[in-house]
């Protein structure tokens, strides 16, 4: 029952990090791995979805840096966008907003996702990925830009 409740959370995570389903999948069960394998370390100190999640996210981060990920520039960030109302950003769902993430360039996504959702500081997402802190401002930078463009195409095609 236990491992249900948290299941689907962690394989978000694992999505999110990852280039497809299958490399997903095969992070999220390295991760339940490790989980079962360190559960007696857990002290009953914090939350134990918090503990799964950082293992979670930790699994991810490994699979990461075996990859050469690539930091590069694009440069089709022009704003294109005439100024949407407010109220056409309320149309989209989560799993919208997820997608638009999961399109973006990859050092784009892993640094939006360490640095927004799990709230890394840039210094400890450079340390991590192995780039100076300025890279990882400015791929954030660089993907809040792609979102925001891409949001404002699919709000205009809604609208």
């Not at 999640?53 to 022009?78: G, M, Y």
Request: aromatic share 10%.
């Amino acid at each position: 029952m236990l491992y249900k409740a948290y299941a689907g959370k962690m394989m978000t995570i694992c999505l999110r990090y990852s280039k497809d389903k299958m490399e997903a999948e095969d992070i999220f069960q390295e991760g339940f791995i490790r989980i079962f394998q360190y559960l007696h370390q857990f002290k009953f100190e914090g939350s134990f979805e918090g503990w799964l999640r950082r293992i979670i996210v930790n699994t991810a981060l490994k699979n990461v840096s075996k990859k050469r990920i690539s930091f590069a520039e694009v440069n089709d960030l022009d704003d294109h966008s005439g100024g949407l109302p407010p109220y056409a950003y309320s149309n989209l769902g989560a799993e919208d907003i997820l997608k638009l993430i999961n399109q973006l360039p990859e050092g784009y996504r892993i640094v939006f996702n360490l640095h927004i959702i799990e709230g890394f500081t840039h210094e400890e997402i450079a340390k991590i990925l192995k780039i100076q802190p300025a890279t990882s401002r400015s791929q954030l930078v660089k993907a809040r830009k792609m979102l925001q463009n891409q949001i404002n195409v699919l709000q205009k095609i809604a609208v």
